[in-house]
């Protein structure tokens, strides 16, 4: 079973940049396809991108494309989101998850109750 830590959240201005990592441990994500979704208070927890196992082929929610750019390092056993021109809407606890992808090279998922593995989260708050 794979275990989950998100790391490089904080407080940042509207325009601002940060980097998320996930730092996996306990199985090598090379069997994994990865997402990052995020919630924001009082909502739901919705999809913000995805990556196939073989960093092949990737998505991002309408919202972010073009700011945000998920990508991996199998040999680090981390995945990133690199998030650019931040904006006060991008406020939520942002979560990196997990899901098992041995067959499939190819694939990824958009879907949160696709993914069984998840982190604790780290909090991105943008001032306007």
């Known amino acids: 079973q794979v275990q989950l830590v998100e790391s490089g959240g904080g407080l940042v201005q509207a325009g601002g940049s940060l980097r998320l990592s996930c730092a996996a441990s306990?199985?090598?994500?090379?069997?994994?396809?990865m997402g990052w979704f995020r919630q924001a208070p009082g909502k739901e927890r919705e999809f913000v991108a995805t990556?196939?196992?073989?960093?092949?082929?990737?998505w991002h929610a309408d919202a972010v494309v073009g700011r945000f750019a998920i990508s991996r390092d199998n040999a680090k056993n981390s995945v990133y989101l690199q998030m650019s021109t931040l904006k006060p809407e991008d406020t939520a606890v942002y979560y990196c998850?997990?899901?098992?992808?041995?067959?499939?090279?190819?694939?990824?998922?958009?879907?949160?109750?696709?993914?069984?593995?998840w982190g604790q989260g780290t909090l991105v708050a943008v001032s306007s």
């Open positions: 306990g199985r090598t994500i090379n069997d994994y396809a």
């Open positions: 990556i196939s196992r073989n960093g092949g082929r990737y």
């Open positions: 998850a997990a899901r098992g992808s041995a067959y499939e090279a190819s694939a990824y998922y958009t879907h949160s109750d696709e993914y069984p593995y």
